[in-house]
């Protein structure tokens, strides 16, 4: 991986973890993923123009159908990782999803998209979701496991913590095949994917209306926060992904969990701090090892 791909990975990693600590906060439903994307309609519109008013014209079927299936795959993905982590910790949800992630990510690029593997890349791969495991817990996971509400909480942290990575993988693919091979730009990839998520997710809100008013009231900041940080990660992520094989970048993107473990001790008060930052040193190092392959 270049050394350019690698910067806007490290860059995409810091910000795609402070969302998620608002999103955690948050607390919120699809209620919030339709306020967040609204606020990205609005906020990215000049950036979407400038970027797309030469681009968008030349959109064949074979464009709008991906960018429509990175739509939807969306919405699922913000309503399940939502869920998530009302039900269990940022520290388990998280950690699983982005470990998931890309295990399926990369598995699918070498078999659909011709990407190989070097012994580099795979010690690489392998250190990260090492590392993961670490942060979510480690061999905690499974003493927490006795309790009976903890260990509710944890496997709804694992179950809806692996639904989400599945989901990470399925847009990680679509995505990475619309900026590679079709050539999609990623600015606009991702605006226009943004639009047509509010569809699926305005006819929820229609029909409790109170309900939505009073999530907009509640949460607005912080959906202030995942609507400027996510779109501005996941861009630099999609040129990341044009410099460098995406069975790379995409576990090099799990370095967030690096932040995450201390941004979420801290504020959410989550601890195992020594494990997980012992499991942050495995990502760092399984960084370096995808850089060098």
Avoid at 37 to 43: F, N, R
Avoid at 68 to 95: E, N, W
Wanted: glycine share 12%; with cysteine; charged share 10%.
């Amino acid at each position: 991986m270049s050394v350019s791909a690698l910067a806007l990975v490290l860059c995409a990693a810091l910000l795609h973890a402070l969302w998620n600590v608002a999103a955690k906060q948050a607390g919120g439903d699809q209620r919030f993923a339709l306020i967040s994307a609204v606020m990205v309609c609005v906020l990215w519109a000049p950036v979407a123009v400038w970027f797309g008013w030469d681009e968008l014209p030349r959109w064949g079927v074979a464009q709008w159908g991906l960018v429509l299936s990175s739509a939807v795959v969306h919405v699922l993905y913000f309503i399940v990782l939502l869920k998530g982590y009302r039900l269990s910790d940022l520290t388990v949800v998280y950690p699983v999803a982005r470990g998931s992630g890309p295990l399926l990510s990369s598995l699918g690029a070498v078999l659909l998209l011709g990407e190989r593997l070097t012994p580099s890349g795979v010690a690489g791969v392998l250190a990260v979701c090492g590392g993961v495991f670490l942060i979510a817990g480690g061999p905690g996971l499974w003493r927490r496991a006795h309790d009976p509400a903890a260990r509710a909480r944890v496997l709804a942290g694992l179950r809806w913590g692996g639904l989400t990575g599945g989901l990470i993988a399925a847009y990680t693919l679509i995505d990475g095949y619309s900026v590679k091979v079709m050539l999609v730009g990623p600015v606009l990839l991702d605006y226009v994917g943004n639009l047509l998520r509010v569809p699926f997710l305005l006819p929820s809100a229609l029909r409790d209306r109170a309900g939505f008013v009073s999530a907009l009231h509640a949460q607005w900041r912080y959906a202030l926060v995942v609507a400027v940080l996510s779109p501005l990660a996941y861009v630099l992520v999609l040129y990341a992904v044009r410099l460098a094989p995406l069975s790379h970048v995409a576990p090099a993107r799990e370095v967030s969990m690096l932040f995450a473990a201390l941004i979420g001790g801290r504020l959410l008060g989550e601890g195992e701090r020594r494990l997980r930052l012992l499991g942050a040193v495995c990502i760092a190092g399984g960084v370096v090892s995808l850089a060098l392959g």
